[in-house]
């Protein structure tokens, strides 16, 4: 089976950066991608990593190590409504057509 | 507005009564899944669908049915709900060979008693 680690909880301060982190023990890795999902709502894709390497998207960039079966999503100038919870998911099955969740990562923006 | 809509939002029932989720999305996307999301265990994946009459199963697919009979709509079936069902389920789509980035819709919170 698929488990994926990640912290239950980060606090920052507004301005500041953070780093949340996965690791995960897999079959048949197709990627990591994260998902944010702020209190009450649906979770919305942030980003896919196939790929080692950095990828940045505006304020967020997400970071895959295959070898080391570890990723990291970095959240730059941090904004109160980044506070929300944060899921990496590893892609697997046959061509990745499957999602596995880690148990979501809190983040606190506090002033 | 391209989006995924879940009926019904919120459900109350009681166990052994059969019940439907429907999903449908207006996206033309292929793939569609469903999932449940319970605290600290974050989302799991029920079932899921490449196309229609394409259906496969998931982590957690007991307990469960589903069918894909158009491209549009997979509902999601409790044939006979159990408390250990009480959860919030969300259906996502995407398109074929892009399922890292799934559109969720809004989430129906179901509670069995």
């Known amino acids: 089976g698929q488990s994926l680690e990640q912290p239950s909880e980060v606090t920052a301060v507004e301005g500041a950066i953070v780093q949340i982190n996965c690791t995960y023990q897999?079959?048949?890795?197709?990627?990591l991608s994260w998902y944010q999902q702020h209190d009450g709502g649906a979770p919305t894709f942030l980003s896919y990593?196939?790929?080692?390497g950095l990828e940045e998207t505006g304020r967020f960039s997400s970071f895959l190590s295959r070898s080391d079966s570890y990723g990291y999503l970095l959240l730059q100038e941090l904004q109160m409504k980044d506070s929300a919870s944060y899921f990496c998911?590893?892609?697997?099955?046959?061509?990745?057509?499957?999602?596995?969740f880690g148990g979501g990562t809190r983040l606190m923006v506090k002033p | 507005e391209a989006q995924v809509t879940q009926n019904p939002r919120y459900l109350i029932t009681v166990t052994g009564k059969k019940l439907t989720v429907t999903c449908s999305q207006n996206?033309?996307?292929?793939?569609m899944s469903w999932y449940r999301q319970d605290p600290g265990l974050g989302l799991r994946q029920i079932y899921y669908?490449?196309?229609?009459?394409?259906?496969d199963k998931g982590d957690v697919p007991e307990g469960y049915k589903v069918s894909r009979k158009e491209k549009r709509n997979f509902p999601l079936i409790l044939e006979s709900p159990s408390p250990n069902q009480t959860s919030l389920y969300f259906c996502?789509?995407?398109?074929?060979?892009?399922?890292?980035?799934?559109?969720f819709g809004p989430g129906t919170r179901l509670t069995v008693t």
């Open positions: 990593n196939a790929l080692d």
């Open positions: 897999t079959s048949g890795f197709y990627g």
């Open positions: 998911a590893v892609s697997t099955g046959n061509a990745g057509n499957m999602l596995t």
């Open positions: 996502a789509s995407s398109l074929y060979g892009q399922e890292y980035e799934q559109y």
């Open positions: 996206m033309n996307h292929e793939y």
């Open positions: 669908s490449m196309n229609v009459e394409a259906t």
